[in-house]
């Protein structure tokens, strides 16, 4: 979609929205001034922001080969975001050429980036749900039509917990969907840690983000490693995203993103 600065219909273009506003921080041209500005604040405290994003990028692209290596053939990425190249689907493709994907968000801008960029396909949809209400998100067709709760799944929740409050109940919610999941199944997760945040950048997004449609909640690792409670958790663990991967030799940045992989035995 070109750049525009009129939004489509349904797309409230003056509350700054996270996945527009992350969208900025990658690079990405789907904005509008309300979450440029928002992006700008945090990054005048953290300059290096836009390479924690790219950090968090890789390692979730990365995490889908890995798995699709070891054989899942079906995807479900849930706060997917505005597609960047390569998403998911491209990525698994390149090992699995017939990997089922879907993906979810709850901001309607995704989908309708989505609607346009995917190519008709019938094993990539997008689809508008929200992850705080997980039965209907496992209910709905789509989800039913391409992800078959059976046969083992990677599940990817990137960037998305520190968007659900601790009211909202993160770890009742991944729950929910690891007690679907079959044995060989894999759950990844990242979310914004305030271990060795810097706590200035860290206050400005927890500020920023009052008046959007998600507070952000800084989460200590120990939290984050109890959303895969009964799961084996993969070597490194719950690190910071940049140490996930031995060979990825990324700086740390002054705002952390704690990330790990678990699998269902
Ligand atoms: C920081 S972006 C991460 C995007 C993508 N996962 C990535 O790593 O590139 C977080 C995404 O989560 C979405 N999101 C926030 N709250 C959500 C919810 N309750 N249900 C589904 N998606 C949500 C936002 O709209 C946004 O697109």
Redesign the pocket.
């Known amino acids: 979609m070109p750049h525009q600065e009129s939004a489509p219909s349904g797309i409230d273009s003056t509350r700054m ?3 527009r506003a ?1 969208d900025y921080v ?1 690079g990405g041209k789907d904005n509008f001034a309300v979450d440029r500005e928002a992006a700008r604040q945090v990054i005048a405290l953290a300059p290096d922001l836009p390479a924690l ?1 790219k950090a ?2 890789r390692f ?1 692209l990365r995490v889908t080969q890995m798995c699709a290596e070891e054989g899942i053939r079906q995807f479900l ?6 597609p ?1 190249a390569p998403n998911v689907h491209q990525s698994a493709r390149e090992i699995v050429p017939d990997a089922r994907v879907v993906y ?4 309607p801008i ?1 989908f309708v980036h989505n609607q346009a960029l995917l190519s008709p396909d019938d094993n990539v949809v997008s689809i508008q ?4 209400r997980p039965d209907e998100l496992l209910a709905a067709p789509e989800v039913q039509q391409l992800i078959d709760f059976d046969q083992p799944v990677l599940l ?1 929740f ?3 917990f520190h ?2 409050t601790d009211a909202e109940d993160p770890a009742a919610i991944v729950a929910r969907f690891r007690e679907r999941m079959a044995p060989g199944s894999y759950i990844c997760i ?1 979310q914004f840690c305030a271990d060795g945040s810097d706590p200035a950048a860290r206050a400005k997004l927890e500020e920023i983000s009052v008046n959007s ?2 507070p952000m909640t800084f989460r200590r690792r120990e939290e984050i490693e109890r959303f895969f409670d009964g799961f084996e958790l993969l070597p490194p663990g719950v690190v910071d995203v940049q140490q996930w991967w031995p060979d990825e030799n990324a700086p740390p940045t002054m705002l952390k993103v704690a990330a790990g992989v678990g699998r269902k035995r």
Request: charged share 20%; hydrophobic share 45%.
């Open positions: 929205s996270h996945a992350y990658l994003g968090q990028r979730l990425d849930i706060g997917a975001g505005i960047t979810v968000d709850n901001d995704v749900a929200d992850v705080r990817l990137i960037g998305l968007l659900v990242s449609p998600a």
